[in-house]
């Protein structure tokens, strides 16, 4: 006896599934940006934080150029110095505690190749470039919600 299949007859393009989901960073990245100066102050940037409900964010000089990265480790570190040699957390500019050397990444690059730049530089954030100029943030957040949206595309 014969067994019969019940999937029905497939079609000849049925071995060949287009992927239709976005998998490139612009399509998951942040565009709205709190966005900081090198000379605001250090108090100004964590307010920010708290208000926002944000961990970090890029620095912009006055033309609007990425210069930095101010995060809240970069806030604790303030905070432990100011409390160590007993001064105030108010006078202290973003410059003096953000990262410098920023790694960043393109806007056509593949959530899986910024997978593994997160992966490999130990980033919570980095900024997404565009002709050198800032277009957004992505997080490691979004990047597993990217893949989230990813798998349930693959599965269904």
């Known amino acids: ?3 019969k299949s019940f999937q029905g007859v497939r079609s000849k393009d049925a071995s ?7 998998i490139l960073v612009e ?17 100004e940037v964590m307010e920010a934080f708290a208000k926002h409900h944000i961990s970090g964010g890029p620095v912009m000089d006055k ?4 210069v930095g990265i101010i995060s809240e480790a970069d806030a604790m570190k303030q905070i432990s110095q100011s409390r160590y ?5 108010l006078d202290k500019s973003v410059e003096r505690f953000m990262t410098k050397n920023v790694q960043t990444i393109p806007h056509d690059m593949s959530i899986f190749d ?9 980033r919570r954030r ?4 565009k002709n050198d100029i800032l277009v957004g943030q992505i997080s490691r957040k979004d990047i597993v919600i990217a893949a989230l949206k ?4 693959n599965w269904k």
Do not use: C, R, W
Not at 16 to 22: H, I, N, R, V, W
Not at 85 to 89: A, E, K, L, R, V
């Open 27 to 43: 399509d998951y990245m942040t565009k709205k940006l709190i966005t900081f100066s090198p000379e605001q102050s250090i108090l």
């Open 63 to 66: 033309n609007g150029f990425l």
């Open 114 to 122: 910024a997978a593994g730049v997160f992966d490999k530089h130990n």
């Open 16 to 22: 060949k599934k287009e992927y239709d989901a976005p």
């Open 150 to 153: 990813l798998s349930a595309q």
């Open 85 to 89: 040699f007993n001064q105030p957390i």
């Open 126 to 129: 980095l900024p997404v470039m």
């Open 1 to 3: 006896m014969a067994i």
